[in-house]
C-alpha cells in the first residue's frame, strides 16, 4: 500500500513537471514579450512616446499628492495631467491604436474632472484608482519610455486591492499616505 502511494505520489510530479514550463522557458518567455513591447514602443512615433512620457509625469506630480494627502494640490495636479491627455497628437497613430488611446484618454479626463471635484482626500483617492487603471493599461500597450515604471499594489484599500505606478521602487502609498505609506508590494517592473 505504501509503495503503491509512493508511487502514484511520484508519477504526480512527473506530470506537473511535464506539463509546466521550466524557469529557464519562463525567463525566455518573458524576454520574448519585453523584446516584443520594446519593439511596439520603436514602431511609436517619437513625438507621441515624449507626449505620453508628459502624461506619466502629470499622473506622477498626482500620485505624490496623494501620498502627501494634500487634496488642493491633488485637485490641481489632475487638472494638469486632464490637461496634458490633449497635448497628445494622437493623429499620428494607427486606427487601432488611435481607438485605444482615445479610450484611455477619455477615462482619464473624466476620473480626474471627478477627482478635481472633490475636496477630501479619501474622496480624491476613489477616482485616483480608475486613473491609475488607465495609466497601467497606457503603460502596458504603448510601453513609452526608456525608464522602469513599478506598477505597485495595496491590499488594503476598501475591500480590495487597488494599483498604482511609480518611478520609484520603494512603496509611496497614495490610497493611505502617511496613515499606511509603505503598505503594498511590486507587482512587476513594466
Not at 496623494?66 to 491627455?85: H, I, N, P, R, Y
Not at 495595496?154 to 509611496?172: N, T
Request: glycine fraction near 6%; include cysteine.
Amino acid at each position: 500500500m505504501r509503495l503503491q502511494s509512493l508511487i502514484l505520489f511520484l508519477l504526480g510530479i512527473l506530470v506537473m513537471a511535464a506539463c509546466g514550463p521550466t524557469e529557464e522557458e519562463q525567463t525566455q518567455q518573458q524576454q520574448r514579450q519585453m523584446e516584443l513591447q520594446q519593439q511596439q514602443a520603436s514602431d511609436l512615433p517619437y513625438n507621441f512616446r515624449m507626449e505620453m512620457d508628459s502624461v506619466l509625469t502629470r499622473y506622477f506630480d498626482l500620485k505624490n499628492a496623494l501620498v502627501d494627502s494634500d487634496s488642493e494640490q491633488g485637485a490641481e495636479k489632475a487638472e494638469q495631467l486632464s490637461a496634458e491627455t490633449y497635448n497628445v497628437m494622437d493623429e499620428v497613430l494607427e486606427a487601432e491604436n488611435r481607438g485605444l488611446w482615445l479610450g484611455i484618454a477619455q477615462v482619464i479626463r473624466t476620473e480626474t474632472a471627478n477627482l478635481a471635484g472633490e475636496s477630501d482626500v479619501d474622496d480624491q483617492r476613489f477616482y485616483f484608482e480608475r486613473i491609475s487603471n488607465a495609466m497601467i493599461q497606457m503603460v502596458e500597450s504603448f510601453n513609452p519610455v526608456g525608464y522602469t515604471i513599478y506598477h505597485q499594489s495595496c491590499p488594503m484599500v476598501r475591500d480590495g486591492s487597488a494599483d498604482w505606478l511609480s518611478r520609484e521602487e520603494q512603496i509611496r502609498n497614495p490610497y493611505h499616505g502617511d496613515r499606511m505609506m509603505n503598505c503594498g508590494e511590486i507587482i512587476r517592473q513594466l
